[in-house]
């Protein structure tokens, strides 16, 4: 390790408190540098990035257009307050009005991902005047007080005292069917049916909102079954219940659309979305407002608001990002290597690892899911924490030059929207050697 990196190091280690961690369990990796789909440790070592940090460098490291808007919004102007105009905070929210439905044509900016849940909460609670939140267990919406509660992950539990107006349900996941379907036809239409004993059970008239990650991304990547969104649409429209699309890590590419909703045809009434938005050069979220829930507040304050909503740094990334992804069709490249690299080659692994017991995913989005046993479906690791398994596995990756992301049991294979297929297939090959430790714990 180089000087300047074990200074880092140790800086890092005297003062610097992690998320998600026992302190002093951890062991970072110094990163010192990152361009495309890699980046490079303290010793010199080049990663091939299959996680995407946490799924958000969409358009790859360092992509030169961008790092430049940054550069030239930073010479003008780097910071105003949210009352003023500005014209890159006007782009930025033009831009990506433009890639939703038409009737969404509003956008209240915020840091992140979980403030902008937060916030699509808060405008869904004013807008109908009822308190409950309906959302899917095996779901991650966030770590801040009220998105952490509507998660359905383990990460929920130290933070859920029962008051924060949440309910949860099981949502359609073939695989692991809660219902007992043999069939995505089946799954969907069990899973609304649930879902709609859970909302008469929990009474219409007092839910908000039912919040949906389009694709569940932390929780396991799973697409949902054709018909389950546009079903959920009709059962909050029956209700007068508002539909809050969670984007955050679905949006801007990563399915191989600009947004996961492009593939089911429906039109939410609150969209959240962040991550992809500018790669998370620089922090920034939001959230997308039809027009009947921006009406509420026409004469009526909204009650909320951020120091750094649509912060011009944040925000010349976007209009930078957006563009850049159109000009070098970076959401088709996704689409592309999903359809003709990612997907047959990860149902290749799974036909010769018997530890894979299943692939599920679209465009650079994608999950596999490490058994002990195919027939009942153990997995490797269990629901809610990690396992030596796992490790052993994640170990040889990074020994091969791979950073995968994990989460539990599975494997998410999620690199960059801009991936080559030649840094495809390398990241698949260091994969299929890793597999072959998780087969030795297979029955």
């Known amino acids: 390790m180089s000087t300047s990196a074990q200074r880092t190091y140790e800086l890092d280690r005297a003062h610097v408190f992690h998320s998600w961690s026992a302190q002093s ?6 990163v010192e540098r990152a361009e495309g789909s890699y980046f ?112 359905g992950d383990p990460r929920r539990w130290p933070s859920d005292n029962g008051t924060a107006g949440v309910v949860h349900f099981f949502g359609p996941f073939l695989y692991r069917s809660e219902f007992g379907a043999t069939t995505e036809e089946e799954e969907c239409a ?16 007092t839910i908000a909102a039912i919040v949906l990650e389009t694709v569940p991304g932390t929780a396991g990547i799973m ?24 984007e955050v890590m ?27 938005v500018n790669s998370g050069y620089v922090p920034l979220g939001g959230v997308v407002i039809a027009d009947h829930v921006a009406e509420t507040f026409a004469t009526r304050a909204y009650p909320g608001g951020l120091t750094y909503s649509g912060h011009p740094l944040a925000t010349a990334a976007a209009v930078a990002t957006i563009n850049v992804m159109r000009d070098e069709r970076i ?57 030596p398994e796992m490790n052993e596995v994640l170990a040889a990756c990074k020994r091969g030059g791979l950073v995968a992301f994990a989460n539990f049991n599975r494997i998410h294979v999620v ?11 390398t990241g698949l090959a260091i994969l299929d050697e890793a597999l072959t430790l998780a087969d030795r714990h297979t029955v």
Not at 25 to 30: A, I, K, N, T
Not at 190 to 205: F, I, K, T, Y
């Open 25 to 30: 369990l951890l062991d970072p990796m110094v």
């Open 40 to 151: 490079w440790d303290g010793e010199g070592n080049r990663y091939l990035d299959f996680s995407s940090q946490l799924v958000n460098t969409n358009i790859g490291h360092q992509h030169p257009v961008v790092v430049a808007a940054i550069q030239e919004q930073a010479a003008r102007l780097c910071t105003i307050a949210p009352s003023y105009a500005n014209d890159v905070r006007g782009e930025a929210a033009r831009l990506i009005t433009e890639l939703t439905p038409a009737s969404l044509s509003k956008v209240f900016f915020t840091n992140g991902g979980a403030d902008a849940i937060e916030h699509a909460v808060r405008m869904a609670r004013l807008h109908t005047g009822r308190p409950k939140v309906l959302s899917q267990y095996r779901s991650y919406h966030g770590g801040t007080q009220t998105a952490v509660n509507l998660t």
């Open 190 to 205: 069990l899973a609304l049916r649930h879902l709609e004993r859970v909302v008469e059970m929990e009474g219409p008239s």
């Open 223 to 246: 697409p949902p079954p054709p018909g389950f969104l546009a079903g959920v649409g009709e059962l909050c429209d029956r209700h007068g219940i508002l539909y809050i699309a969670d």
């Open 250 to 276: 679905a949006g801007f590419g990563r399915t191989g659309a600009w947004f996961a909703l492009d593939h089911y045809g429906v039109t939410p009434d609150l969209i959240t979305f962040a991550k992809g």
């Open 331 to 387: 959401v088709e490249n996704a689409a592309t290597i999903g359809a003709d690299v990612l997907g047959p080659g990860l149902r290749e692994l799974a036909e010769r690892h018997p530890s894979v017991g299943d692939v599920r995913g679209l465009g650079v989005f994608w999950a596999l899911e490490l058994v002990r046993d195919r027939e009942t479906k153990e997995p490797l690791a269990p629901y809610g924490a990690s396992s």
């Open 415 to 425: 690199p960059p929207c801009t991936v080559s297929e030649t840094e495809a297939k």
